[in-house]
Nanobody, 115 residues
Framework: QVQLVESGGGLVQPGGSLRLSCAASASIFSISVMGWYRQAPGKERELVATMSSRGSTTYTNSVKGRFTISRDNAQNTIYLQMNSLKPEDTAVYYC?????????WGRGTLVTVSS
């Protein structure tokens, strides 16, 4: 069982930056994939970014070049650096860990991009 706790959300103006953190209750060294999803009001949850244990990354097209996912195995933490934020990035951001056959989710952190 792995518990995930997100932090770092908040209110930011368009063009601003935020860094989200996701702390795991257990070692993430062997977790094959960790990532971030988001869910905007009235929309389905969508994948934002993933990072494998080997360091390979994927991003949804709308955040490429603006968001960067990283992981610190020693701290059992993953991060999502979000730059050049847009109002359409407003959503609850969820951390996920895929440790086959199980998938774990955090409770989410709200990011609001507004002037």
């Amino acid at each position: 069982q792995v518990q995930l706790v997100e932090s770092g959300g908040g209110l930011v103006q368009p063009g601003g930056s935020l860094r989200l953190s996701c702390a795991a209750s257990a070692s993430i060294f062997s977790i094959s994939v960790m990532g971030w999803y988001r869910q905007a009001p009235g929309k389905e949850r969508e994948l934002v970014a993933t990072m494998s244990s080997r360091g390979s990354t994927t991003y949804t097209n709308s955040v490429k070049g603006r968001f960067t996912i990283s992981r610190d195995n020693a701290q059992n933490t993953i991060y999502l650096q979000m730059n050049s934020l847009k109002p359409e990035d407003t959503a609850v951001y969820y951390c996920t860990a895929i440790a086959t056959p199980s998938t774990y989710w955090g409770r989410g952190t709200l990011v609001t991009v507004s002037s």
